[in-house]
Structure formats: structure tokens, C-alpha cells
């Protein structure tokens, strides 16, 4: 096994490679020489690169040494040129040549830029406008535009665009003072934003503080006038008003003198082109006509007059304006108040303006909070009470519709039976209350002139019964101030406590407020009873023609119903209702024209059926009971009488016959019928004294058309007057049927002397002077009463 090759290079000398081997001497020869060849390609590539990397050194050291060369003979120009003379004269030549350049260009390059900077503004600042800007870059835009204006008005060569421009510029102008004025006007903007506006306005219109804070209070002064002024939504624009009165005095504290001060200040930092917010305005194209606009222009930084206001000056303006505000508000509000009806309205606006007032009136400087506060309370109630005593007299509204009614009457009366009401499925539907209205309305005799006369009074009713919840609501209000431990207060403010405003807000106005109310109502109801006086007295007169009657009937009708509503007009359920105007003396003439109109034909009547009576043919004591017989029924004429006076009341209305009407027709009945009574013994006397003289008499007697059998016919003449017993006869039935009718007509508890008289001589002439006789026919005319009195009830 051969040995193993040795590493030659551990070998120390060339002698230690012998000591091996020959084979492995041979081994070591080769291994020797393929290193060798391989160390030869190494080499000759190592030596390839060098060769190259060396060549390139050589070629960049060649090309620095000409350029080197180069500098050396620049560096040896420039030393020789760089020397006093040769710099001065260089530079006197560049300055030449400037100066011959500008004098040839700068008065065309001038009017370019001014006039194409000039054109620019219009569009700049009609688009600053539309958008959000601030009014202070606005008028910044402004001022520069009038500078350039200016420059342009004096240059020799003007164009006619400049005067066209000038115009445009004013109206621009004009539209912005307009708009600064409205957004110092709002109250609702920011105070920043009242700084910026009033620093435009200065730039603008070269005001001093002095002049701005003036025309910040005549603008807000202006303001609180035309709102307090408006109209429509009285409630709104009034408190507007008052909260801007208010905001004025504390913007006015926070921004004069200090905070405007230093916004003016700030504009003097550098001139107005040098403005980054003017810069910024693309269409001015300031980076290129900078230079050529003019040195006016350049140059010009605002110099307002910044310190020209101290704190003293302002809060004397500020007191100056806020009682001119206070009072030129409370005028204004008293002006529209006097062209404003809506009692809701105007007690809206009270609470709402005392509760703005409480809030925020004690920190207005310069006025007193309890004299504001008395003069708010004073105007809102008087127009309150203007209010409700002009309702109040809408009262006599009624009363000339009634008259008017009266003086062109129409007779429109319906049917009063309620048999004749009918109904349409539409009247009975949801719950039948048409239905119900309907027959309640013909049961009152409410004819469409009553339903109308009514509805304009309960309309007239609700509008001062308005008065009701405005009370209540006023009673119930709380009048607490939130901020009342943070502001400080006056001596008169301090005196007026918590207690004593709730006690003169929610107690002693609203009293007030209800003693003006029942006044006036008192006074209304007090014109409407003289009124229904006049018409009552031109129904009453003379003429009593049916018409007249019907005219009467209305108005009892209207009496009636408003009589029965007047209970309503009371303020609160604890006040006592008013008394009525219509008294007993004021309606008693329209009951007896009613009464008068009932009576007479039915008088006429009566009497041809007491003359039928007087007929020998008569059979009615054969119906005669007891002993002696008495008559136990009235006559048929008594009852016929009694039976047609009822049928007549009800004919013209069962809802007529009130109690008074009763007494009326009650005692002018038994006035009429009392003379008949007296009448007929009368002629029972004279027949009688006739007959004894002349043995022989002709009696005619008139049958009326509505006797009863036994007295129906013709009745012809008599050979003889009547006997003893038939004039008895005839004068117990007349006792019977006087003691029967007086049963109706008599008042209870109460007696005629007249017809006592006359009963006392009936029953003497009759034989009827017994007790006896006398108690037993009461009895019995009291007992027949009794069954018939349901016939009769009218009379009741």
C-alpha cells in the first residue's frame, strides 16, 4: 500500500521532500508543478487588471492638468481685471444702462399693472363676497383698488375704464357697508367675527373707535326698532328685540375699548399688499405687478387711530345708548301692542319678555332693573285691559244685530211642535246629536234669526272668557332667576326679591286683570240692558199688529237665551256672576203685548159664550149634585174659555210662558175676564129689573160657533123673561165657573180684591150667602181643578 502523500508546504527545506519515497517524490513533482501552473493564471490575471486600472489613473491625471491649466489662466484674467478702476467703471456703466431701461418702460409697465390690478378688484371682492370670507379682507381689497384708483385719476393718458370702474367700485362699496351693517345688526354672530366686521368697517370708512361703537349702537338701535315694529309673530320679534338690546350691552363691554384697539392695531404691522391673505388672491396677480403698482400702493399701511377711545368714554356711551334702547323698545312695543287683539298673544309676550328681563336684564349697564321691570308690567296690562274692555264692548255688536233685525223683520217663525221635527239618516248618525240640536231648538223656538243672534253672542262670550286661562296661566307662572346669586344688583334691584317679583307678577297683575274684566263686563251687560230698552220700547207702543207681536216673541226669545248664558261671564268659578239686565220692569212690556195679543180674542170669545149661556134651553144643572144641588163642573164655556187661552199660549210657543210671562197673562186674564164677570151680573140685573116692569120681552140670543150642544143654533125669540130659578141657576154656574178659572188665574198666597167683591155679590144674588154653600162649591171647584189641571198647565 503506497504511502500517503505528503503536504509539501509543512516541508521546512527542499531537502526534506528526498526523504520519502521515489513514487512519492514523483507525486510531490507533479503536485508541485500543477500548483505552480496555477499560480501562473492567477498571476497573469492579477496583473491584467492592474494594468488597466492604472491606464485609466493615467488618462484622468492627464485631464487634470488641463483643466488646471485652464484655472491658472482664468485665475490670471480675473487678477488682472480685478482691480478699483476697472469695478467702478463696470458699475457706472450697469447703472447707465438701468436707469435708461426704466426710464424708458416704467410709465407703461405702471399703468399695465395698476390697471390690470384695478380691473382684478371688482371680480376679487364680488367673489370674496358671495363666499365665506371675512369682510376685513374685503374692505383690505377695497382700500387698495381706491388707492389705484386714485394713481390712475392722475395719470396723464386716463382711460375711459377707470371712471366705469370707479362706479363699479362704489356699488361694491355700498353692498359691503350694507352687509357690515346687517351682520353688526344680527345678535347672533360670533364676537370675533363683530371685531373683524368692525375693523372693516373702520378700514372702510377711516372711522375712529369713537365712530365705530356710534354706529354699532345706531345699527342695533335700528334694529331693535324695526324688530319691535314687525307684525307677524309679535312674540318672537318682541323678545328678539329685547335679547338684542341686551347682547348689544355685553358685546359692547367686551369688545370697547381693549379688544377693537388691538384688532386696529394689528393692521398697522405692514402695508396692505404685503397682506398674506391679499397675496393669496390669485386674480390680483400681486407677485408680478408688485413692483410696478405704484409706491402709494406699495407703501401704504393702515394708521387707524386705535387709542382714541378710553374705557371711561365707552360706558358713558354705553349708558347713553341703553336708556335711549330701553325706552325707544318699550315705545315700540306699546305701538304694536295697540294694533294687536289677540289676548293670548300679548300674554305670551309679557311672560316671555319679564322672563328675558329677570334672566339678563341686571347686568345692562346704565338702567335700573326694577324701573324696566314696572315699565314692561305697566305696558303689557294696560294693553291687556285695552284688550278685554274692547272685547267687552263687542257686546253691543249683538245688540245692533238684534236691532237690526227687528228693523227689517221677516217673519221666519217654525213650527214649535216637536211632532213636526224630522230626522234624515245623517241627523241620526254619530250619535244622533244634530238630531238632539234640532229638537232642542224647536222645543226653545230657536229659529235661524235666534241661532244667529246666539252664536255671535256665545263667540263674543269665549273672547272675553279668553281672559280665564290668561289668568290662570299668569297665577301659575314661576318668576325664579337662575343667575340671581351671580349678578350684581342695585339698591332698588336688592329691595325687589324673589318674593316680591312672584307677588307683582303671578298675584297682583293677574287681580288686576280680573277686577278690569268683571268692570267691564259690568258695563257691557249695562249697555246691553239700555240697549234692549230702545228696542223694547219701539215694539211697545201703539201698534199692536201681529207683526209687532212676532218682533216681541224674538226678542223675548234672545232675552231669554242670553239671560241663561250670563251666569258663564264669570273670571274665575270663586267670582260672583253679574246680575242680569234684563229685569222684570224692563221685559214686563213685551209680556203684556204678548199677553195682550192672547187675551183679546179669546175675551172676545169668552163673552159670546157667556151670552149663549143666558139661554132658557140650557140643561147643565141637570149634572148638579148634593143637596141643594150645586154645580160640581164649570160651564163649557169656562172651560172652552180656559181651553182656548191655553191653546193660544201654546200656539205661539210653549217656551215663552217663564214664570213672569205667567204672571203677566195671569193677571191681565183676570183683569179682562173680571169686567166680563162684572158685566154679565150686570145684565142678569138689568133682565131682571126689565122683566118685572114689562110683562113681556124679546130676548136675542147670539149663539157663538165654538157653544157646546146644548147652546149650538140659532136661539129665537122669547115670550117671556127668565124665571126665578133659571137666574139662579145661571148665577151659581157663574159662582162655580169664577171659583174654577180663578183656580188659574188667581197667584198663589195672594188675592183681587176686585173679584172677592165680585163673588160676594154673585153669591148674594145666587142665595148663596150660607157657608155651607159656599165651601161646598169651592170644594167642588177645587176638586174638578184637580182633575183638570194637566189640560192647563201653562197656567200652572
Known amino acids: ?76 484674467r480675473v487678477g488682472q481685471n480685478c482691480n478699483s478702476r476697472n469695478l467702478d467703471r463696470i458699475a457706472r456703466s450697469a447703472a447707465k444702462t438701468h436707469a435708461q431701461t426704466l426710464e424708458r418702460d416704467a410709465d407703461r409697465y405702471t399703468f399695465a399693472s395698476q390697471l390690470s390690478v384695478l380691473r ?7 367673489r370674496l363676497m358671495k363666499g365665506d370670507a371675512g369682510y376685513l379682507l374685503v374692505a383690505k381689497v377695497l382700500v387698495i383698488a381706491r388707492l389705484l384708483h386714485k394713481a390712475l385719476s392722475q395719470s396723464k393718458t386716463k382711460a375711459p375704464i ?29 364676537t370675533e367675527t363683530l371685531v373683524e366686521t368692525m375693523c372693516a368697517y373702520s378700514l372702510v370708512t377711516s372711522s375712529t373707535p369713537v365712530d365705530v361703537l356710534r354706529h354699532f349702537h345706531h345699527v342695533r338701535m335700528e334694529e331693535i326698532l324695526g324688530s319691535s315694529r314687525k307684525g307677524d309673530g309679535l312674540k ?19 369688545i370697547f375699548p381693549r379688544r377693537l384697539a388691538d384688532a386696529l392695531a394689528r393692521l398697522k404691522t405692514h402695508p396692505l399688499v404685503q397682506d398674506p391673505d391679499v397675496r393669496a388672491l390669485y386674480e390680483l396677480n400681486l407677485d408680478i405687478h408688485h413692483q410696478w403698482i405704484g409706491g402709494e400702493a406699495q407703501d401704504y399701511t393702515p394708521q387707524p387711530r386705535h387709542d382714541a377711545l378710553q374705557r371711561p368714554e365707552a360706558e358713558r356711551l354705553l349708558h347713553q345708548w341703553s336708556k335711549q334702547a330701553i325706552s325707544a323698545f318699550l315705545k315700540g312695543i306699546k305701538t304694536v301692542l295697540e294694533d294687536t287683539k289677540d289676548l293670548n298673544e300679548v300674554a305670551q309676550l309679557r311672560q316671555e319678555l319679564i322672563e328675558t328681563w329677570i334672566v339678563s336684564g341686571p347686568r345692562m349697564a346704565g338702567v335700573k332693573s326694577r324701573n324696566v321691570l314696572d315699565d314692561l308690567r305697566d305696558t303689557m296690562n294696560g294693553q291687556l285691559e285695552t284688550i278685554v274692555r274692547s272685547r267687552a264692548q263687542g257686546l253691543g255688536y249683538v245688540v245692533g244685530q238684534v236691532a237690526g233685525t227687528v228693523g227689517s223683520w221677516k217673519d221666519t217663525s217654525v213650527s214649535t211642535s216637536l211632532w213636526s221635527t224630522t230626522a234624515t239618516a245623517t241627523e241620526l248618525s254619530n250619535g244622533a246629536q244634530p238630531f238632539k240640536q234640532h229638537i232642542l231648538n224647536t222645543h226653545q223656538g230657536r229659529d235661524e234669526a235666534v241661532i244667529h243672534i246666539l252664536t255671535n253672542y ?10 280665564k286661562s290668561v289668568v290662570k296661566h299668569m297665577k301659575e307662572a314661576r318668576w325664579d332667576d337662575p343667575f340671581h346669586d351671580d349678578v350684581e344688583l342695585d339698591d332698588s334691584d336688592e329691595e325687589l326679591g324673589d318674593d316680591s317679583k312672584q307677588t307683582l307678577l303671578s298675584r297682583d297683575d293677574p287681580r288686576l286683570l280680573e277686577e278690569v274684566t268683571q268692570d267691564a263686563l259690568a258695563g257691557a251687560l249695562t249697555a246691553l240692558g239700555d240697549g234692549f230698552k230702545k228696542i223694547i220700547h219701539s215694539l211697545t207702543g201703539e201698534d199692536r199688529s201681529e207683526q209687532q207681536v212676532s218682533k216681541a216673541i224674538f226678542v223675548l226669545r234672545v232675552v231669554r237665551e242670553i239671560n241663561k248664558r250670563i251666569p258663564r261671564l264669570r273670571v274665575l268659578d270663586t267670582s260672583t256672576p253679574h246680575t242680569t239686565p234684563f229685569t222684570n220692569e224692563l ?46 163642573q164649570p160651564s163649557p164655556a169656562a172651560f172652552r174659555f180656559l181651553r182656548a187661552l191655553v191653546k193660544s199660549m201654546a200656539r205661539h210657543g210653549t217656551d215663552l210662558w217663564v214664570p213672569e ?46 157653544a157646546d150642544d146644548q147652546t149650538r143654533g140659532s136661539v129665537g125669540a122669547e115670550s117671556a123673561s127668565p124665571s126665578p130659578d133659571l137666574k139662579s141657576q145661571r148665577l151659581k154656574q157663574l159662582a162655580f165657573d169664577m171659583l174654577y178659572i180663578q183656580r188659574y188665574l188667581a197667584h198663589p198666597g195672594t188675592g183681587s180684591s176686585s ?28 176638586d174638578y181643578a184637580r182633575k183638570t189641571y194637566l189640560l192647563f198647565a201653562l197656567l200652572a
Open 755 to 782: 173679584v172677592s167683591a165680585l163673588m160676594d155679590q154673585v153669591y148674594g144674588a145666587a142665595d148663596l150667602e150660607a157657608e155651607g154653600l159656599q165651601a161646598r162649591l169651592k170644594k167642588s171647584a177645587a
Open 120 to 126: 382684478s378688484c371688482p371680480i376679487v371682492i364680488a
Open 458 to 467: 256665545d263667540k263674543w262670550t269665549e273672547s272675553v272668557l279668553e281672559v
Open 236 to 254: 318672537e320679534h318682541g323678545v328678539n328685540a329685547l335679547k338684542l338690546c341686551l347682547k348689544t350691552c355685553q358685546d359692547t363691554q367686551t
Open 661 to 706: 210671562a205667567v204672571r203677566v197673562i195671569k193677571s191681565l186674564t183676570e183683569e179682562e175676564v173680571t169686567k166680563t164677570w162684572r158685566n154679565s151680573l150686570t145684565s142678569m140685573a138689568e133682565t131682571s129689573s126689565t122683566a118685572a116692569d114689562t110683562p113681556s120681552i124679546q130676548a136675542d140670543t147670539e149663539t157663538s160657533a165654538d
Open 162 to 190: 377707470v371712471d366705469q370702474l370707479r362706479d363699479k367700485l362704489g356699488s361694491l362699496r355700498s353692498r359691503l357697508l350694507r352687509r357690515i351693517d346687517r351682520r353688526l345688526a344680527s345678535g347672533a354672530g360670533e
Open 587 to 632: 221685559i214686563r212690556p213685551l209680556h203684556l203685548a204678548l199677553a195682550a195679543e192672547i187675551v183679546t180674542p179669546v175675551m172676545a170669545s169668552y163673552q159670546r159664550l157667556l151670552k149663549a149661556m143666558a139661554t132658557p134651553s140650557s140643561k147643565s144643572q141637570l149634572l148638579w149634585e148634593g143637596n141643594p144641588a150645586l154645580p160640581a
Open 1 to 76: 500500500m503506497a504511502a500517503e502523500t505528503p503536504d509539501p508546504r509543512t516541508f521546512k527545506t527542499w531537502e526534506d521532500a528526498f526523504q520519502y519515497p521515489v513514487p512519492v517524490v514523483q507525486k510531490l513533482e507533479r503536485q508541485l508543478r500543477s500548483h505552480a501552473a496555477d499560480n501562473r493564471e492567477k498571476l497573469r490575471s492579477l496583473v491584467g487588471a492592474s494594468y488597466r486600472d492604472l491606464l485609466d489613473t493615467a488618462e484622468t491625471i492627464i485631464d487634470m492638468e488641463a483643466r488646471m491649466q485652464r484655472v491658472e489662466a482664468n485665475l490670471a
